[in-house]
């Protein structure tokens, strides 16, 4: 009587994709300033990162590393050929048109339609043949947004780039990349002084400080349903920027600082 025996293959777990970023203890230096200090850092793809630090932290400093901007010849760095970046200020040509600044340095026919298509995507479709001074700040940033778009990018980066913007288009602003980025899926990195901003888009947020990064946060909750968790998340990373938030909300903050004595006053 003979058996037939059946070999069984394990399984093996899929390996995580290779990070669209890697960096590894990457330093930059200007003259006798440290900048940048030994740092590592992965990016993976589709991730969506917040970067957070005070001013002179290193922030925009590492941002241009990624941007291709610095040179990092003979340091351990890895950054996509397929890379664009949104800044505070949106850096249209004023002389011109709306179109033509999102298509900006593309070759191809095709061009008129394409940025046609990435206005539409940021319901700029009206504004298509419009001059750059006729736009509103939100409308100007939704199409840098375009421009940075239509490059398909496997890395974006946005340096503060709704910092000069009132609070509700600024609120619109973030629903807006929100929808590119489940659109597109391209990793992103923003760079913020905001908490609530980091907390409301990333899956993580980093830290800078003096060119380290010291803390990191993994925000696991899905978006929409962030309320119940981040109050102390928050309160963690006001603190390593050296905020001291436990009462919460940032009108909780805000009272407790300004209050005599930083005791909340009573009614």
């Known amino acids: 009587?003979?058996?037939?025996?059946?070999?069984?293959?394990?399984?093996?777990?899929?390996?995580?994709?290779?990070?669209?970023?890697?960096?590894?203890n990457y330093s930059r230096r200007f003259d006798d300033n440290l900048i940048l200090d030994s740092l590592d850092l992965d990016i993976?793809?589709?991730?969506?990162?917040?970067?957070?630090g005070h001013s002179g932290s290193g922030k925009t400093t590492l941002l241009r590393t990624l941007a291709g901007l610095d040179d990092v010849a003979a340091q351990d760095v890895t950054i996509p050929s397929s890379r664009a970046v949104v800044f505070q200020d949106a850096r249209l040509l004023p002389w011109k048109r709306v179109w033509k600044n999102v298509v900006l340095g593309l070759p191809g026919r095709d061009a008129h339609a394409r940025a046609e298509t990435a206005l539409a995507e940021v319901g700029l479709s009206h504004r298509i043949d419009a001059w750059p001074l006729t736009l509103s700040g939100g409308e100007a940033q939704r199409t840098a947004l375009a421009r940075a778009l239509v490059r398909q990018p496997q890395l974006l980066l946005l340096d503060e780039p709704f910092a000069a913007l009132d609070a509700l288009t600024r609120l619109r602003m973030h629903e807006l990349v929100l929808r590119l980025w489940y659109a597109h899926r391209p990793a992103v990195l923003i760079v913020t002084h905001d908490v609530d901003e980091a907390l409301a888009l990333a899956d993580r947020a980093l830290v800078l400080d003096k060119g380290r990064i010291i803390a990191e946060e993994r925000i696991t909750a899905p978006r929409g349903q962030r309320s119940a968790g981040i109050r102390e998340l928050r309160a963690r990373l006001l603190g390593h920027l050296g905020v001291d938030a436990t009462a919460g909300s940032y009108a909780d903050v805000v009272a407790r600082a300004s209050a005599p004595n930083y005791a909340v006053a009573a009614e």
């Open 1 to 24: 009587m003979s058996l037939a025996v059946k070999s069984l293959a394990l399984a093996t777990p899929p390996s995580a994709p290779e990070p669209v970023v890697r960096l590894r």
């Open 44 to 52: 993976a793809p589709g991730e969506f990162v917040a970067l957070l």
